[in-house]
């Protein structure tokens, strides 16, 4: 069974940086991508970047496109955010989940077996 555990939100002010991760189990990942998401109160899931497991291409959105970067430890299933400077606007719980193919979709029926999530507050 697949499990995922995000981790490393909190509260920041704005400008400020934070590290989430995405620990993986249950399965070995070699084809297709993880993917974050982020939901805020009253607003859809909505897609923030994606890591391919084989070769490592990125993709983001266009709102965290240069401030967001996304890395994976193969070895360790193991999948990173770093969000620096962090605007209000990035307020949210932040989800990790593997792709169900290895088309990369953008939206949130192309991935599978959702964590948690965790929750990442900037203070303006």
């Known amino acids: 069974q697949v499990q995922l555990v995000e981790s490393g939100g909190g509260l920041v002010q704005a400008g400020d940086s934070l590290r989430l991760s995405c620990a993986a189990s249950?399965?070995?990942?070699?084809?297709?991508?993880m993917g974050w998401f982020r939901q805020a109160p009253g607003k859809e899931r909505e897609f923030v970047a994606a890591?391919?497991?084989?070769?490592?291409?990125?993709y983001y959105a266009d709102s965290v496109k240069g401030r967001f970067t996304i890395s994976r430890d193969n070895a360790k299933n193991t999948v990173y955010l770093q969000m620096n400077s962090l605007k209000p606007e990035d307020t949210a719980v932040y989800y990790c989940?593997?792709?169900?193919?290895?088309?990369?979709?953008?939206?949130?029926?192309?991935?599978?077996?959702w964590g948690q999530g965790t929750q990442v507050t900037v203070s303006s």
């Open positions: 890591i391919r497991w084989s070769g490592g291409s990125t």
């Open positions: 249950g399965r070995t990942f070699s084809s297709g991508a």
């Open positions: 989940a593997p792709s169900k193919g290895i088309v990369i979709l953008t939206t949130p029926d192309g991935y599978d077996y």
